[in-house]
């Protein structure tokens, strides 16, 4: 775990902790402090020489149980400070910003790790929540002081101090909203997360956070908003962006909550992506429509425009539906609405009783009439039949329906020419009778 952001390096361990060489762990001699006695300083004296970080933790606890109240009992407790995070120790880390805080209350650097780890820690406990939030409040209340204007360094420029301020304080509202949301407020959450992205607008972890909270709040009507969080969370690149691994899941994620949402459009989804990682928030009034809402549009217009098969169709889902059977029995010898089909087979091929049409398709089998009396003639697969008939048999799997249908109630079947006749032979002239 990387305890240290950068900009936090340079400036917390540059010119704000005061009264240590950190590099060294040399401590500054200050008017009116002094040693004890000769055993404490000679405490001290082995712990500037140690160099492995678990003795000089060792030699801090010794000189902190022998002498709790020393005069450099300061400079001790940020001692651990900058032990922990050389080790990534990051429970060790945050028990001794505790220990220095109250020693100094305001301590910049303790509030900043506290601040951090209340999340990283996963400190979800009421004393947790306590610490993090009295912790980014007093972070957030000390920018002032510690941004100080006065206090720039030297090499730094104005827009890098106010950069660096916005990062403390993005963590400080992260923090905040952190709590609120493992508190279940998920509405005071949003407000920290949204405040966090004003201030430092490429931090993915925060649209994430974000696009959860408002998921949390069970707001039918937001799910596009959610939904343009994790789109952004799991596409934007640079410095703010998560892991590459968290990167993949985190847009994988999104993908899979669109594909529920709004069904397998992706040509809309890469367009939200793209506008996603473009600005932090969606344009007011972003919807992402429904599939149930396109289905019923489709639906609406696939009805006007195919009337026929729309009804076709709609008994035929009745039937394959769970209760299908019990449909199928109001269902069968009752004469049906009239369809079309393709004609995919005939049984004989000529003068046929049984012919087998494609509905909802051009070549799938689904529909066998069966007539009284054969058909004259042969037509060619692929020709158009309309037909109204009583219901007979019905299949599930495969879908397969047989109808009962009169002759002058099919359409569609080829006239067939009629025989041609024989010619008709004229009659031999009769012969003269012989003259006498």
Same mark, same amino acid.
């Given at each position: 775990m990387k305890l240290?952001?950068?900009?936090?390096?340079?400036?917390?361990?540059?010119?704000?902790?005061?009264?240590?060489?950190?590099?060294?762990?040399?401590? @500054?001699?200050?008017?009116?402090?002094?040693?004890?006695?000769?055993?404490?300083?000679?405490?001290?004296?082995? @712990?500037?020489?140690?160099?492995?970080?678990?003795?000089?933790?060792?030699?801090?606890?010794?000189?902190?149980?022998?002498?709790?109240?020393?005069?450099?009992?300061?400079?001790r407790a940020q001692a651990y400070l900058v032990i922990y995070s050389k080790k990534n120790d990051a429970a060790g880390l945050y028990a001794a910003c505790k220990d220095l805080l109250a020693v100094d209350p305001k301590s910049f650097q303790a509030l900043y790790y506290l601040t951090l780890l209340t999340v990283s820690l996963n400190k979800n406990d009421a004393a947790g929540f306590d610490t993090g939030i009295k912790a980014a409040n007093g972070l957030i209340g000390a920018l002032d002081a510690t941004y100080d204007p006065a206090k720039k360094p030297?090499?730094?420029?104005?827009?890098?101090?106010?950069?660096?301020?916005?990062?403390?304080?993005?963590?400080?509202?992260?923090?905040?909203?952190?709590?609120?949301?493992?508190?279940?407020n998920f509405k005071e959450a949003e407000k920290f997360f949204a405040k966090a992205l004003e201030l430092s607008p490429?931090?993915?972890?925060?649209?994430?956070?974000?696009?959860?909270?408002?998921?949390?709040?069970?707001?039918?009507?937001?799910?596009?908003?959610?939904?343009?969080?994790?789109?952004?969370?799991?596409?934007?690149d640079g410095p703010g962006a998560l892991p590459p691994t968290n990167r993949t899941q985190m847009a994988g994620y999104f993908a899979r909550s669109y594909t529920a949402y709004a069904g397998d459009d992706k040509k809309e989804m890469n367009e939200i992506i793209e506008k996603a990682k473009a600005s932090v928030m969606p344009p007011a009034g972003f919807e992402i429509e429904s599939k149930e809402s396109k289905m019923a549009k489709n639906e609406e217009k696939f009805k006007a425009e195919n009337p026929m098969l729309f009804q076709y169709m709609g008994i035929k889902k009745a039937l394959l539906a769970a209760d299908g059977d019990s449909y199928w029995g109001n269902l069968k010898d009752a004469e049906l609405p009239t369809f079309k089909g393709k004609l995919v087979s005939t049984k004989p091929e000529t003068n046929p009783k049984e012919i087998?049409? +494609?509905?909802?398709? +051009?070549?799938?089998?689904?529909?066998?009439?069966?007539?009284?009396?054969?058909?004259?003639?042969?037509?060619?697969?692929?020709?158009?039949?309309?037909?109204?008939?009583?219901?007979?048999e019905f299949t599930k799997e495969p879908f397969t329906m047989k109808l009962e249908v009169d002759a002058d109630k099919l359409k569609g079947w080829p006239v067939q020419a009629a025989a041609p006749k024989a010619p008709?032979?004229?009659?031999?002239?009769?012969?003269k009778a012989a003259k006498k």
């Open positions: 240290f952001t950068q900009s936090f390096r340079k400036i917390v361990l540059g010119g704000v902790v005061a009264g240590m060489l950190l590099s060294t762990g040399t401590l @500054y001699s200050q008017a009116a402090k002094s040693w004890k006695d000769t055993a404490e300083y000679e405490l001290y004296t082995q @712990y500037t020489k140690a160099t492995a970080p678990d003795q000089q933790i060792q030699l801090l606890n010794q000189w902190k149980e022998k002498y709790p109240e020393s005069d450099y009992k300061l400079e030297a090499g730094t420029t104005d827009a890098q101090w106010k950069q660096q301020r916005n990062d403390i304080e993005t963590q400080a509202l992260k923090t905040l909203g952190w709590v609120e949301w493992q508190k279940k490429g931090m993915a972890e925060i649209s994430s956070f974000l696009g959860t909270v408002i998921v949390m709040q069970k707001d039918p009507k937001r799910q596009a908003e959610a939904m343009w969080h994790f789109a952004r969370a799991g596409n934007i087998v049409l +494609a509905v909802e398709t +051009a070549d799938q089998p689904e529909i066998t009439l069966v007539l009284e009396k054969p058909l004259r003639g042969k037509a060619e697969v692929g020709t158009e039949i309309e037909f109204t008939g009583v219901a007979k008709v032979k004229k009659a031999a002239p009769a012969k």
